[in-house]
């Protein structure tokens, strides 16, 4: 027993000195400098504000909309996520809602390459009513696209989110 107490000693003493011999920050001299890698994924895009102009159509009873969104491609609509809100409030007092949550206003949101089809319910004429759409490519999610993860949150979570907690989460 007294033998084996020794090497344990022994041991503990190279390993102390190991240690202190150690300082922070000491490191090896840096290695080559690697080959540039490819070209990162396209960024988080968001549109400027846009002021609606919807067009009453009789026959449907309904406001229609036509924003040309020039970020959403066959990628985004593949892949990616878009997020669309509208400002009710004004532009010194904004409350700005995600589309997603006013089903009450918006009766149908359709996205297609470089548009979004909006047809509003006939007692909502939203005529200059600022809207902004956000497009996030897929390759910032996590996943697949129906259950997929922004930064940990779901895509349903996103749409649902305030415009201000999504510019939190995606870090912009």
């Known amino acids: 027993m007294r033998n084996n107490s020794k090497w344990i ?6 390993l102390i000195a190991g240690m202190i ?24 895009v968001y549109s400027p504000w846009i002021n609606l102009s919807p067009t009453y159509v009789e ?20 892949k990616g996520v878009i997020l669309t809100y509208v400002n009710i409030g004004t ?11 006013l089903n009450y206003i918006f009766a149908f949101e359709e996205f297609t390459v470089g548009n979004i089809y909006l047809t509003i319910f006939p007692n ?10 956000v497009t996030i490519p897929g390759s910032k999610i996590e996943g697949n696209r129906t259950t997929g993860l922004v930064n940990g949150y779901t895509i349903k979570e996103l749409q649902y989110m305030s415009y201000e907690h999504v510019q939190s989460v995606l870090g912009n």
């Open 9 to 14: 000693w022994i041991l503990s003493a190279f």
């Open 21 to 44: 011999g150690c300082k922070k920050g000491d490191t090896g001299p840096a290695g080559p400098e690697g080959p540039q890698g490819p070209a990162g994924p396209d960024s988080v």
């Open 59 to 78: 026959d449907d009873t309904l406001f229609e909309d036509t924003v040309v969104a020039a970020s959403i491609t066959k990628d985004i609509l593949d």
């Open 91 to 101: 532009s010194s007092d904004p409350d700005v809602i995600p589309v997603s949550s």
């Open 124 to 133: 909502y004429d939203l005529s200059d009513l600022p809207f902004r759409y």
